[in-house]
């Protein structure tokens, strides 16, 4: 079992940029693929980025490919991700998600982080 933890949401200014980490708990970690997702008032959580237990591999939604970099740092037991050029629309609590599946961490994850409020302003 994996405990997530995120940190590094707040607001900033359309254009800008936020890093967001979750910290992981377990010595498993490196056999975790790992991922986020994002929640709109109202909306559906969906899916955002993902990345294999390794690093080797990452999958974006299309919203934000070119803008987000999702990396981890398997000594830290961390993933990140940096999110540029934000818009208003990226506004929603992100959520750090794990799964020892590449597959399902893009879909139905196992493990959950409590999620944290990015808001981005016009």
């Known amino acids: 079992q994996v405990q997530l933890v995120e940190s590094g949401g707040g607001s900033v200014q359309a254009g800008g940029s936020l890093r967001l980490s979750c910290a992981a708990s377990?010595?498993?970690?490196?056999?975790?693929?790992m991922g986020w997702f994002r929640q709109a008032p109202g909306k559906e959580r969906v899916f955002v980025a993902a990345?294999?237990?390794?690093?080797?591999?990452?999958y974006y939604a299309d919203s934000v490919k070119g803008r987000f970099t999702i990396s981890r740092d398997n000594a830290k037991n961390t993933v990140y991700l940096q999110m540029n050029s934000l818009k208003p629309e990226d506004t929603a609590v992100y959520y750090c998600?794990?799964?020892?599946?590449?597959?399902?961490?893009?879909?139905?994850?196992?493990?959950w982080g409590q999620g944290t409020q990015v808001t981005v302003s016009s």
């Open positions: 990345i294999s237990w390794g690093g080797g591999r990452t």
């Open positions: 377990g010595r498993t970690f490196s056999s975790y693929a």
């Open positions: 998600a794990a799964d020892p599946n590449f597959s399902m961490v893009v879909s139905i994850p196992n493990y």
